[in-house]
Nanobody
Framework: QVQLAESGGGLVQAGDSLRLSCAVS????????MAWFRQAPGKEREYVAS????????HYADSLKGRFTISRDNAKKTVYLRMDSLQPEDTAVYFC????????????????WGQGTQVTVSS
């Protein structure tokens, strides 16, 4: 059973940067596409970025290109999300998700989820 645990969230000011981490236990990390989603209060869960399992190919939501950077360390079984120039509209719970041998931008494409980490950006 794959288990995901996010960390690194917190309260920051507009313009600050933050790096989230997602540690994976169980399963074979290298065969899982890893993704980040976020959910703001009162809104649906939104795709942020993913890194494909086989070649590490990276994909971002169009609206977040340039400010967010996803990366993975297969040796540490960890995926990261660096967020720069944070804005109040980035305030959300950020979730890590895993998809074995597949890929997608819809939350239904992912089998495993972490509990989420809160990111709050003050103006």
């Amino acid at each position: 059973q794959v288990q995901l645990a996010e960390s690194g969230g917190g309260l920051v000011q507009a313009g600050d940067s933050l790096r989230l981490s997602c540690a994976v236990s169980g399963g074979t990390f290298s065969t899982h596409t890893m993704a980040w989603f976020r959910q703001a209060p009162g809104k649906e869960r939104e795709y942020v970025a993913s890194t494909y399992w086989s070649d590490g190919n990276i994909h971002y939501a169009d609206s977040l290109k340039g400010r967010f950077t996803i990366s993975r360390d297969n040796a540490k079984k960890t995926v990261y999300l660096r967020m720069d120039s944070l804005q109040p509209e980035d305030t959300a719970v950020y979730f890590c998700a895993a998809n074995r041998l597949g890929w997608g931008t819809n939350e239904r494409d992912y089998n495993y989820w972490g509990q989420g980490t809160q990111v709050t950006v003050s103006s």
